[in-house]
DNA sequence: CCGTGCCGGGAAAGCGCTTACCTAAGGAGG
DNA sequence: CCTCCTTAGGTAAGCGCTTTCCCGGCACGG
């Protein structure tokens, strides 16, 4: 690997020299000289090592993105915002999957940290564990100490910035449609126990439900893994547990997506015998059939969101929070009861 | 920012003995030291410096990976597959995402070489621009020469290890599937002209088209971009300028439910008046309505394949080759013409 | 013709870390 | 009891780069 020396010795110049004409310092360089730094650097192939660079100069370039796992559409969406806006400032994105592990999004926070990362995103719901989250809390407040940003999308109870979906009230949202229309025997495929989104949709589908004056029975709360296959395996069990059931509301469009599957291959009619309803807008959420009525959260728009708090906002003061609204988007895959 | 400097400070040791404790090296140490040393990692939440240590001890750790974009779902497949081998070896992952543009790729490239990664893979297809190609094989092999590794997945054309997946022979099955079920108008929707992929595809299914003796002439090719919109515009296209087409094979899936999409929008029955076919099979490829009839490729496991390749086969020597099968599904959106 | 100022270029320090090498102290062997 | 080896720990060099500081040479003004 040729080093800046190798360039340097090669142009007859001191590495000083070289250095500065390779970075267009604004130290003027005789024109002859230039040409034969360049010169060098093109023969030898020459790539500054960017480690040696960022130690000499300590000028954060990286960003670091912490995701649940970006093959999942949802994450895809968020990173897709956040990678726009990161490479408009030119930066560069270092992606890190939990897999919904929370020890591993301590060890990547670390991990980043070390990397010397700008600033490190946060994408995904929070968990309830609360030793979890004041220890991830804590790194992200040393971390932030030391001139990292850090903004968290989905969560609120975090040091930094923060842009958060309106869950509760698309929950909200989702039951009020379903009474609207007039369901009462509603199933719901909630997601991960464990996980504050989760919890936060489902108060908002409890809150249409008592303004009705009904109640959300347990046995028609079926938990999954916020993925396509134990979204079907909920919606059967939902199935056995209430017969009757006129609509599953799904916490998120992959679970929809495999509830719509199960139906069908029991023969039910969509949304004549039972509608289904999801929640993320995923892009794929137009093309089954029926197409699915869900909740839209601009994805790509909050991982931008949260990409130009982390690189532009002030870190000093109180940390912005910013509220991304919930809505209801009604396609073909609900219906009134019977209908 | 602490520092090790810090860190043996406050322990009352030199960095040196700090440095061996904190990595675990060989050399013995005693009990008190390990452990006043890392009492006082905790209470400085020292995170040693990832650049000094790399610059150091030239040990690369990260590996690149360029991929189109990860938020397109063959490209999430891929990623998955990439990610789970890297994690495995305990490697970093920096995703870069080149937008199809040659030119990113090229500097990303250069950008990766600069961070020390230890291998890079490259993903998506290849470009017909033969100058592209030899700069962009050029840089490859001079990383190469440094130690670095490289591996491609979906073109041969370059340095490096390679996983192929049998795109031509992809095309031929679809060819065959749509002779076999008795189309005879059949439309494509291709790729971009430029990309590799389409062109491979393409031959496949001009292979079978001649072994029946019949050709596919250009008025029934239309070219788009891979994505979900341009395929329903091709579709469109299509259709007007060829009205009494029985079947419309997409060279990916995304495509395939752009047509999909365009073809319930006017009301045309799939499969009863036109077949649909894709390529790829996607994860969404089942859950649309009618399920698509594709040509599978196991997305994930080459990614997994490819860097299992890049993290340990041997660089010496010739480059590997891995050729992946391409595999016919047989779903609901392809049935015999008129029925 | 000499002093002053400016300007292009080089020397060298230092970024935070690892590690080869060295040293001081203690224990074993003669 | 002295020498020599072992061992725990420290010293310092150096990874590849940037940047401050300095120096020599030139042009200009007096």
Redesign the interface.
């Known amino acids: 690997?040729?080093t800046l020396a190798d360039v340097a010795r090669r142009a007859g110049v001191s590495p000083a020299t070289a250095s500065r004409i390779i970075n267009g310092s604004p130290k003027p360089v005789t024109e002859a000289l230039r040409e034969r730094v360049l010169a060098a650097v093109a023969e030898l192939?020459y790539?500054?090592?960017?480690?040696?660079?960022?130690?000499a100069r300590p000028q954060r370039t990286a960003v670091g993105v912490i995701v649940h796992?970006?093959?999942d559409?949802y994450f895809?969406?968020i990173?897709?915002g956040l990678?726009r806006v990161a490479?408009e400032h030119g930066r560069?994105?270092?992606?890190?999957?939990s897999y919904r592990e929370p020890d591993r999004e301590l060890e990547y926070v670390?991990?980043l940290?070390?990397?010397?990362v700008a600033a490190i995103v946060l994408a995904g719901s929070g968990y309830h564990d609360s030793a979890f989250t004041r220890n991830l809390d804590n790194k992200l407040r040393?971390y932030e100490h030391?001139?990292g940003r850090v903004a968290v999308i989905g969560r609120h109870e975090h040091a930094g910035h923060a842009v958060v979906p309106a869950n509760e009230m698309g929950g909200y949202l989702l039951g009020e449609e379903l009474y609207r229309l007039g369901h009462r025997r509603i199933g719901v495929i909630a997601g991960p126990r464990a996980l504050t989104t989760t919890t936060d949709r489902l108060a908002g589908l409890r809150r249409a439900a008592r303004e009705h004056g009904r109640a959300l029975p347990s046995r028609r709360v079926a938990y999954a893994e916020f993925d396509?296959d134990s979204g079907a395996a909920a919606a059967a069990d939902l199935l056995a547990a209430e017969p009757g059931l006129t609509a599953i509301a799904a916490l998120n469009d992959s679970m929809a997506?495999g509830a719509?599957?199960l139906l069908?291959s029991r023969g039910v009619a969509v949304p004549g015998e039972v509608s289904v309803l999801g929640f993320d807008d995923m892009?794929?959420a137009?093309?089954?059939?029926p197409a699915l009525t869900t909740i839209r959260l601009p994805l790509a728009e909050m991982g931008a969101r949260a990409m130009t708090l982390a690189l532009t906002s002030s870190t000093a003061g109180e940390p912005l929070v910013e509220q991304v609204p919930a809505e209801l988007i009604r396609r073909a895959s609900a219906a009134p009861p019977g209908g």
Do not use: F, K, W, Y
């Open positions: 690997m040729a192939q790539v500054p090592n960017a480690h040696a660079q960022l130690l796992d970006v093959s559409p895809a969406e990173t897709r990678q490479t560069l994105v270092i992606i890190c999957n670390e991990l940290r070390a990397q010397q040393v030391t001139g396509r997506i719509l599957a069908r892009p794929v137009r093309d089954v059939t």
